[in-house]
């Protein structure tokens, strides 16, 4: 009954790679989110979607798209992986004011 | 610009002592307060949140939090600490309209002495 699922739990990879990561919830929430978090435990929201649309986009480099093909899904792909993105990146969704965190997934970019 | 500082990286308390963590935050209204709590290698849970009224707010786990307007505060507070308790601690704020972007402390490791 797993409220935020993320796959995968740990991502090792090189440098150049390409990379998906999957979010799913089951709490019928209309918003998602991706934040990163990196060596320094420092959270940082990347991108939010309400009901497959982007609502917000913080600074993020253009290698990193969010795809939403339905609103229970919000998925996170990385192009050209870089040794920097190597963090931990939390889903979270929210039906108003309380966000809800997935386990992580842990990326190692070698 | 909004922003949390927890002042505290790292804290330790011996088991069964009282814990208090701190939190300040800037912001242009009142803002919508939480504190979510990560064990190692775990995701975020969250502990208690604030939005309106009473400014005392309870969680889980026996956690309590203070709103206070004035001191533009929101500390976390415990009685008496477990062993279990040793985790990473966040605050965050998020717009009074909903939590459409939350701003997070940068944490406090809090470990336990037995």
């Known amino acids: 009954d797993t409220a935020v699922s993320q796959t995968p739990k740990y991502l090792v990879t090189q440098m150049g790679n390409d990379k998906s990561i999957k979010c799913e919830q089951n709490?019928?929430?209309?918003?998602m989110y991706w934040y990163k978090q990196d060596s320094k435990k420092f959270l940082k929201i990347m991108f939010s979607?309400?009901?497959?649309?982007?609502?917000i986009n913080e600074t993020v480099p253009n290698r990193f798209s969010p795809k939403s093909p339905d609103k229970a899904h919000l998925n996170l792909h990385i192009n050209s992986l870089e040794l920097g993105d190597s963090a931990v990146y939390f889903c979270?969704?929210?039906?108003?004011?309380?966000?809800?965190f997935g386990p992580g997934t842990r990326l190692l970019v070698l | 610009a909004q922003s949390v500082t927890q002042p505290d990286i790292h804290i330790t308390v011996s088991e069964g002592a009282s814990l208090e963590l701190r939190c300040n935050y800037s912001?242009?209204?009142?803002?919508?307060l939480f504190w979510y709590v990560q064990s190692p290698g775990q995701g975020l849970q969250l502990l208690l949140k604030?939005?309106?009224?009473?400014?005392l707010v309870q969680g889980i786990k026996g956690f309590e939090a203070e709103f206070k307007r004035s001191q533009s505060s929101f500390n976390l507070r415990k009685p008496s600490v477990h062993w279990s308790d040793a985790a990473e601690y966040f605050c965050?704020?998020?717009?009074?309209?909903?939590?459409?972007?939350?701003?997070f402390g940068q944490g406090t490791r809090l470990t336990i002495n037995p």
């Open positions: 912001y242009g209204a009142t803002p919508y």
């Open positions: 604030y939005f309106s009224g009473d400014t």
């Open positions: 979270a969704s929210t039906s108003r004011e309380t966000q809800y």
């Open positions: 979607y309400n009901n497959k649309e982007l609502i």
């Open positions: 709490l019928g929430h209309d918003t």
């Open positions: 965050a704020v998020g717009p009074p309209q909903g939590a459409q972007k939350l701003v």
